[in-house]
C-alpha cells in the first residue's frame, strides 16, 4: 500500500473475512474526553475494539490498523443488505464528544485521508457512511454535528438516493419512506422510527416530529 506509515498501534485486529476487500468507509466519534483516552482503549487489548485510523482534534492522523486488515470497529450492523461490516470496510475514528463541532484542521485531515482511501480502493462516494447509517437506533455516530454537505459537495460522501429523487412527491407514508431508506442502503432495520432517526442524522438533524414528504428524499433535494 503506498504511504503506508511504518508502524501501527492497535492489535485488535485480524484478516478480513472470506476474501473481502474494503468497499466501505465507516466514520465515528470517540465520544470520550480526548484523543489520548480514545487511542489509549482502541489499542488496549481487553477492550476488542479498534479502528484503521484517529483523527486527533488538531488534525493529525494516528495509524492504528494496516487497512488491509480487519479493524474491529463496526459491530453489528448492515448496509445495502450486506453483514460483517468490519471485513468490508475501513474504519475512522474522529476525536469528538458529539456534542461540540469538529474542528477545521480535523475536517480538512479527514478529506484528505478519505481522498487516499477511496483512490487506493476504489471506494465510490456512496461507501462513506456513518456508523449509525449502518446501526441504527445502536449508534448515532459520527452525530448531528457533523457536516455530511460538507464532504457531498467534494464528492466524498453520497448526495442521497436516486430513489427518493424520483420519489419526492410521493404520500409519506411509513411504506414508502421504508423503501426510499432500504433502496438508499439502510437495510439493517425495518422499524420506521428508529430508520427516521438514522436518516434524519445523516441528512436532516434539524428536523423533528413525525415523517413529513422531506423525508422521502433522503437529502437528495439539499
Known sequence: M??????????????????????LIVLHYTAMGSAEAACARLCDPAAEVSAHYLITGKGKTVPLVPEDQRAWHAGAGEWQGRDDINSRSIGIELDNRGNHPFSEPQMVTLET?????????SIPPEGVIGHSDMAPGRKIDPGPRFDW???????????????????????????????????????????????????????????????CAADLTLGHDL
Open 113 to 121: 485521508l478519505l481522498r487516499g482511501i477511496m483512490e487506493r480502493w
Open 2 to 23: 503506498a504511504d503506508a506509515p511504518d508502524r501501527y498501534l492497535s492489535p485488535n485486529h485480524g484478516p478480513r473475512r472470506n476474501g473481502l476487500r474494503p468497499s
Open 149 to 211: 454537505p460538507r464532504l457531498a459537495r467534494q464528492n466524498l460522501a453520497g448526495k442521497g438516493s436516486r430513489y427518493a429523487e424520483k420519489n419526492r412527491e410521493s404520500d409519506p407514508t411509513p411504506a414508502a419512506f421504508i423503501a426510499a431508506a432500504h433502496a438508499a442502503g439502510y437495510t439493517a432495520t425495518d422499524d420506521i422510527d428508529l430508520l427516521l432517526h438514522s436518516t434524519r442524522l445523516r441528512y436532516a438533524p434539524w428536523r423533528k416530529g413525525p415523517l
